[in-house]
């Protein structure tokens, strides 16, 4: 009997517990929230992934129309260069080994470009990563690519060209992190170039745009040294 | 002891936060119950959605899209699709065109389309228009069409009833006993199917062996003439050497 009271005793004890430390865990932590935030997130990963099978789908049955039609229209097409388009349009029809092509291709370029910079070999990096980006304007890695242009124009001692690889990353990658050091690289520039006015607004312009710890420090070190 | 075990078993249940997932999604959002075009997923398990012109039953993670009523796409996975009235079903290397009471089994794949007959003898229509008749219980593959307007298709052939069971356990919609009528029937077809083919290929193998035997008879035929020919040039040599 008296075993059976102490039993009942502790299984209500543990469940009394359980539910404080419930409770003080839901308190404290509050995962409601991140829970909705989560299932909404995947929710939304979900519907994109869908889109994209559809789209994909899409761009299949657009391949399969061009090599119904293709073969009758490259006989009547010209030859040599006016033939371009539409031979472009057939490697279409063999799409996935070509991007896979291109996409190896594209690293290896990228690379070699980026060995030639650690290599400090900044002339020929500089061409190799203005052929690689003339090449591959769509590349994951174009942003880093410009950055490095414009860092081996920098070492170069090339500044005006620096300048101009500069502003064409703010036009194109106006968010980017690499996009503010290319920044304080450009107002260092212009304290080269005894131009503390411009060198400043750059500075606060990056601290402005880029709150981050790395980048907003460096900047404000620049600054604090233009002042004085 | 195991009332009070069970009060605390119930306990728990009401106050852990349970939560059903959606099973489906649809792009664009909430499409299924609107008219027109809806893509449509499978997000856990097997899922059955019924169209005013049959019913498709597919596996999860697999994608299709209603185009209308009548016409369906179906684009990732395998799909049992069953129709109640006149049926366009397409994908990406075939297109076929179900009559009402007929059953389709498909399995979309990378590279290629394979298609069962479930039920009745279906037509078919390749990316190039050919048109094709697959009866019942026998199997197909199709693939894409390439820039020299070629098209990769495979030979029909009696389906693998052993995995089409699998996979049709699997998604199928259908009761238990409908389910097994169904494979009754299918299977009648299939053992037909499994014995023409077996005829046709005894009647190919026949033939190869026939072939085979000509083909020495006329091979010693030949033999034989070269060696008369081969004689008489000699006796005409030698006619020619020595007697003349």
């Known amino acids: 009997m008296k075993s059976q009271v102490i039993y009942i005793f502790t299984v209500l004890l543990m469940g009394f517990w359980c539910l404080v430390f419930a409770k003080f865990h839901h308190h404290f932590n509050n995962p409601d929230i991140y829970q909705e935030q989560i299932s909404y997130l995947k929710d939304e990963v979900a519907h994109k992934e869908l889109k994209n099978e559809l789209l994909k789908d899409q761009h299949i049955q657009f391949q399969m129309d061009v090599a119904r039609v293709l073969p009758q229209a490259l006989k009547q097409s010209p030859t040599g260069e006016k033939s371009y388009p539409l031979r472009a349009l057939a490697s279409l029809v063999l799409a996935k080994d070509h991007k896979n092509f291109k996409e190896s291709s594209m690293k290896r370029d990228f690379q070699r470009a980026k060995k030639l910079f650690r290599d400090k070999q900044f002339g020929l990096a500089a061409r190799a990563f203005v052929e690689f980006i003339d090449k591959n304007p769509f590349s994951m890695d174009i942003n880093e690519a410009f950055f490095l242009l414009s860092e081996s124009y920098f070492q170069m001692d090339d500044y005006e060209r620096c300048l101009t690889t500069v502003e064409k990353m703010i036009e194109l990658f106006p968010e980017s992190e690499l996009t503010g050091y290319a920044m304080i690289r450009m107002g260092k520039i212009y304290e080269y170039q005894e131009r503390p006015e411009e060198a400043v607004d750059i500075y606060q312009t990056v601290l402005l745009t880029f709150p981050e710890r790395g980048i907003a420090s460096q900047a404000r070190k620049s600054l604090q040294s233009v002042e004085l | ?244």
Not at chain 2, 116 to 143: I, R
Not at chain 2, 175 to 182: A, I, V
Request: hydrophobic content about 40%; proline content about 2%.
């Open chain 2, 1 to 244: 002891m195991k009332t009070i075990f069970k009060f605390f078993i119930l306990y728990l249940v009401f106050t852990v936060n349970i939560q059903i997932k959606a099973q489906i999604i649809s792009e664009p959002r909430n499409c299924w119950q609107k008219e027109g075009e809806c893509g449509v997923k499978s997000l856990h398990r097997a899922e059955s959605l019924s169209l005013i012109h049959g019913q498709v039953d597919f596996a999860s993670d697999s994608i299709w899209k209603r185009s209308s009523d009548e016409s369906i796409r179906l684009i990732k996975g395998y799909f049992l699709v069953s129709a109640e009235a006149v049926m366009n079903v397409q994908t990406k290397y075939i297109t076929v065109t179900l009559k009402p009471k007929q059953k389709l089994f498909v399995n979309i794949g990378f590279d290629r389309v394979e298609v069962v007959a479930f039920q009745g003898d279906l037509e078919l229509q390749d990316l190039l228009y050919n048109k094709y008749v697959l009866p019942q219980a026998y199997t197909n593959w199709f693939g894409k069409i390439d820039s020299n307007k070629n098209i990769e298709v495979g030979f029909p052939r009696p389906a693998n009833f052993k995995e089409l069971i699998a996979q049709l356990g699997a998604i199928s919609s259908m009761k238990k006993s409908e389910l097994h009528q169904s494979l009754k029937s299918f299977k009648d077809s299939w053992t037909k199917a499994i014995d023409e083919t077996q005829d046709r290929s005894i009647a190919s193998s026949n033939r190869i062996i026939e072939e085979w035997r000509e083909n020495l008879k006329y091979q010693a035929e030949r033999r034989r003439l070269r060696a008369i020919e081969r004689r008489k040039m000699r006796e005409f040599f030698y006619n020619k050497t020595f007697r003349e």
